[in-house]
């Protein structure tokens, strides 16, 4: 077993050997895999972080009421009352036909146009805010829903709408990271399965005489699918380390950001467990490249 | 230990190799395969280590018939088999050590016993010095002495050599194949193939004489 690992050892070693004797082919391999890689994880990261964008903005949902009409002050405030009774609402705010009004022309700007109008032409609002502060998107429609069905009221509108497609484009994000990666993971076996089948062909006598003296294809195969490998596992590093340079030079910028709107927002890079998954999926990708190109081409180069 | 039947080798192309051979050789046997240039010696050495496929009959090594041995079990079998081949393939870019150790690395022998064995196969062919040079740097008799010693190194039940005293003087040759009759001596069947009549006048052993591709004389017959 030990004598096992330590062959094993020898391989990668010699491996890494091979590899530091043409540098920049081995160099230019690992960075086109470490980009292929980083783009999909940055998306990745990029949607994480949007992800807890809208989760935190989610609290800030707010249902605006619009009651009938025909609904006096009296009765408008007894129903905020009413509502505000409720377990799953934190707060009631009735704003009157006519505070409505004043709210409207002093933001507007058309407060000489409304005078025109021969009557207030606005419904009185109850401003509803539910208890929890990440109530989610199914909960307030459910309490929208109960709202409508209120005699005194016209329309329920719930300002999750946007939430909601936001949701729906991260969604729709996620999946194209996912399309996008796999593509990406294609190419990188083919990538791979193209430099190894190059080092194969280029080391066509070496592996000729081995043959002649008895060497298996599994030994033959062995520093081949230890240096795909290991170019899969530097690409990886590099997409890290790539996607770390990037969210340092994005950090203060996207700081600034935040704090206009009053947010104290970090980028979040890859956590380990997710960096570690990286590595783990380039040395897959890696190893995968080379023994698909290893075993087309090993069959091919019989000793004559 | 070796039985061909009927052997013919047409090469693509359309040269016809060997035509109808048939021969034996018994366990621990040692012989000379003579001929003209172009008679299909290496052809027939080739044949045998299974580094070529017949194109019709049958070739036995020790009891298996080589057309029925599957591809995977093709490494296990020449393992068995020390070839000195005629143009040496010898590994450029490693040392004289490592060319030897090679059939030893893909057996997976432990590190000491290699370096232990190839000294001893180096030190029987008289390189044991330039163990640590690169094949470039050694002349064609001692880089013919490098085939030798890598095929002799895992001790195997048969030796195949084509032309192994092509570029050593006289002297040399002798000890060569001297060696190889030693390795007899020690129950290892010998095949050799040489142009070098010398040898087998001194040591009287079995003469196959190949011509055209076919067995024109068998000394032991
Ligand atoms: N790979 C090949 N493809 C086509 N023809 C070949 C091949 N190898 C050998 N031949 C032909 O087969 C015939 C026998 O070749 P072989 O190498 O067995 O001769 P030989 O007896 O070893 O000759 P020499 O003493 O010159 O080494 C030759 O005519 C050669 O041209
Ligand atoms: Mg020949």
């Known amino acids: 077993m030990t004598s096992y690992l330590l062959r094993h050892l020898q391989v990668l070693f010699y491996s890494l050997g091979q590899l530091a004797r043409t540098p920049f082919a081995s160099l230019v391999t690992v960075a086109v895999i470490g980009i292929s890689l980083a783009l999909p994880a940055g998306l990745y990261v990029l949607l994480d972080n949007m992800q807890r964008v809208s989760g935190a903005w989610d609290g800030a949902a707010q249902l605006s009421v619009f009651l009938k009409r025909d609904v006096s002050e009296r009765a408008g405030l007894a129903l905020a009352q009413k509502i505000r009774a409720r377990p799953e609402i934190a707060s009631v705010n009735y704003i009157s036909r006519?505070?409505?009004l004043a709210e409207f022309k002093r933001l507007s700007g058309f407060g000489n146009a409304l005078n025109a109008l021969d009557g207030n032409p606005l419904p009185a609002v109850l401003a509803i805010r539910p208890a929890s502060p990440h109530a989610d998107a199914a909960t307030l429609a459910r309490l929208g829903k109960d709202l409508q069905a209120m005699g005194e009221v016209e329309l329920v509108q719930l300002d999750l709408d946007w939430i909601k497609r936001l949701n729906a484009i991260l969604d729709l994000a996620r999946h194209g990271v996912w399309l996008l990666a796999t593509v990406l993971a294609l190419a990188l076996t083919l990538i791979v399965g193209n430099t190894i089948r190059l080092a194969v062909l280029g080391r066509r006598t070496e592996i000729e005489i081995i043959k002649l003296v008895g060497g298996t294809d599994a030994f033959i195969r062995r520093p081949f699918l230890y240096s795909g490998l290991l170019q899969g596992l530097g690409g990886a590093l590099c997409a890290w380390a790539l996607l770390a340079l990037v969210l340092?030079?994005?950090?203060?910028?996207?700081?600034?950001?935040?704090?206009?709107?009053?947010?104290?927002?970090?980028?979040?890079?890859?956590?380990v467990s997710a960096g570690l998954a990286l590595l783990a999926l380039g040395a897959l990708l890696g190893w995968l490249g080379s023994r698909l190109a290893v075993g087309r081409h090993l069959r091919a180069i019989e000793p004559r | 230990m070796i039985q061909l039947s009927n052997v013919c080798k047409r090469y693509p192309g359309g040269h016809e190799a060997l035509k109808n051979v048939s021969l034996a050789l018994a366990d621990g046997e040692m012989a000379f395969l003579t001929g003209h240039s172009g008679a299909g010696k290496s052809t027939l050495l080739k044949l045998i280590a299974l580094i070529e496929c017949v194109?019709?009959?049958?070739?036995?090594?020790?009891?298996?018939?080589?057309?029925?041995?599957?591809?995977?079990?093709?490494?296990?079998?020449?393992?068995g088999i020390g070839v000195v081949f005629q143009d040496n393939k010898l590994l450029f870019d490693r040392t004289v050590f490592d060319n030897v150790a090679l059939p030893l690395v893909v057996c997976g022998v432990p590190h000491k016993e290699i370096a232990r064995r190839v000294r001893a196969a180096l030190d029987k062919v008289g390189l044991l010095a330039k163990e640590k040079m690169p094949p470039i740097t050694l002349s064609g008799g001692e880089q013919q002495r490098l085939g030798i010693a890598r095929a002799v190194v895992n001790k195997p039940p048969l030796l195949l050599a084509d032309e192994p005293t092509g570029n050593l003087d006289p002297e040399l040759s002798d000890q060569i194949i001297d060696l190889f009759h030693d390795f007899n001596r020690h129950g290892v069947g010998v095949l050799i193939a040489t142009h070098d009549l010398r040898h087998i006048e001194r040591l009287k052993l079995r003469r196959l004489t190949l011509k055209d591709g076919a067995i024109v004389q068998d000394s032991a017959a």
């Open chain 2, 55 to 79: 194109t019709s009959g049958q070739i036995m090594v020790n009891d298996k018939n080589l057309a029925r041995l599957a591809r995977r079990r093709i490494p296990y079998f020449r393992r």
């Open chain 1, 248 to 271: 340092a030079l994005l950090a203060a910028p996207v700081q600034e950001l935040a704090a206009l709107y009053g947010s104290r927002f970090e980028l979040r890079g890859l956590d």
């Open chain 1, 98 to 100: 006519e505070a409505a």
